[in-house]
């Protein structure tokens, strides 16, 4: 056999060769491959599972329309009450005079205080914390309005503040808004009150 044949027997061997690697590289790759038809559905129900529901979607909606008509008339609030307080507040840390029925000293604590704008409020929440050393109590009362010269006033009762705080928070806030007047104030021994200081702002 001359070298030109031999030659070709060796080109075609290498050619057969290579074919043959090809072959099984494909029938490797396709057996370790997930089928195209299957990788679609799984994307589509990824990208299923990704949707929210419409109600869910409305949902978010109406609550992002609502936080923003809450700021808005916060804003108005904060321009319309900037300069709106607490009048006359009073803390009652005890009234030693009274008697149950049983002859028991009754002590009563309260929190009390007037606005002091002269026409009143729209519908509100009065909140007052009382803050002992380690121990905190809230109460709140809701008003359909808050008249010029009406008293506001927390007794949460003896079962439930059953501690003399050393600080008071009164808060007034508004349903639709997100404006909030607040004052704190220290509690001395006999119940005194002195501001420390107060903040009407948007949360």
Request: hydrophobic share 35%; proline share 4%; glycine share 8%.
């Amino acid at each position: 056999m001359d070298k030109n044949a031999k030659g070709c027997i060796v080109i075609v061997i290498v050619i057969l060769a290579v074919i043959v690697i090809v072959i099984l590289d494909d029938d490797n790759g396709e057996s370790g491959k997930t089928p195209s038809h299957v990788v679609q559905h799984d994307e589509i129900r990824d990208i299923r599972s990704k949707i929210k529901p419409a109600h869910e979607i409305w949902s978010e909606y109406e609550r992002l329309i609502s936080d923003v008509a809450k700021i808005e008339r916060g804003r108005e609030h904060l321009q319309r009450f900037q300069d709106v307080g607490f009048a006359n507040p009073q803390y009652q840390p005890r009234v030693s005079d009274m008697l149950s029925a049983a002859g028991i000293r009754v002590y009563t604590r309260y929190f009390r205080a007037s606005i002091t704008e002269h026409l009143g409020l729209p519908a509100c929440r009065f909140t007052v914390t009382f803050r002992g050393e380690n121990q905190e109590f809230t109460e709140y009362d809701d008003f359909q309005g808050w008249a010029g010269g009406q008293e506001g006033t927390i007794e949460p009762g003896n079962q439930k503040l059953t501690f003399e705080p050393i600080e008071i928070i009164a808060e007034i806030s508004f349903p639709d808004s997100t404006f909030f007047i607040r004052e704190t104030f220290d509690v001395d021994a006999q119940g005194k009150l002195r501001s420390r200081g107060i903040i009407r702002q948007l949360r």
